[in-house]
C-alpha cells in the first residue's frame, strides 16, 4: 500500500461525514490486505531459506571435497526455473550482480538519515482535512 493510500485512508476515518458502515468495510479490507500480504512474506521467506540452505550445502560441499558441489544450488535454481539459459543471460546476470553488489555497497556507506520533529501528514484529495 502506498504512502498515498494511507493518507487517503486516514483523511476518510477523520472525516465526520463518513458512516460507521464504511469504516467497517475498511477495517475488513484492510484485515484482508494484511493476511495477504503475510501470506507472500511466508512464501518469500521459504524461498529465501531454501535458497539459503542450498548455497550452504553447496559450500559445504565444495569444502569437504565433493565432486561436484554446486548440484544444492543448481537444483534449487532449477525448481524455480532461475537457472541461466544462454550466455547472455549468463553475462547480464553478472552484470547484475556487481551492480547490486556495488549499491549494496553505498547504501552501506551512506549515514543513515536521522528523523527530524514530528511528520506533516499530508492529505491528497479535495474536501478532506485531518484533525487538528
Known amino acids: 500500500m502506498?504512502?498515498?493510500?494511507f493518507d487517503d485512508i486516514r483523511a476518510f476515518l477523520a472525516d465526520e461525514a463518513t458512516h460507521a458502515g464504511d469504516l467497517l468495510r475498511i477495517a475488513r479490507t484492510l484485515i484482508d490486505d494484511l493476511e495477504h500480504a503475510r501470506m507472500r512474506e511466508a512464501i518469500m521467506r521459504t524461498h529465501y531459506l531454501r535458497l539459503l540452505t542450498a548455497a550452504r550445502a553447496t559450500v559445504a560441499a565444495e569444502t569437504s571435497g565433493m565432486p561436484d558441489p554446486l548440484t544444492f544450488l543448481k537444483d534449487e535454481l532449477a525448481e524455480r526455473s532461475q537457472?541461466?539459459?544462454d550466455g547472455e543471460a549468463v553475462q547480464r546476470i553478472l552484470s547484475d550482480a556487481r551492480t547490486a553488489a556495488a549499491l549494496l555497497a553505498c547504501l552501506e556507506e551512506m549515514p543513515q538519515p536521522r528523523p527530524r520533529g514530528i511528520r506533516l501528514r499530508r492529505c491528497v484529495g479535495t474536501g478532506r482535512a485531518l484533525p487538528r
Open 2 to 5: 502506498t504512502r498515498s493510500e
Open 83 to 85: 537457472l541461466p539459459q
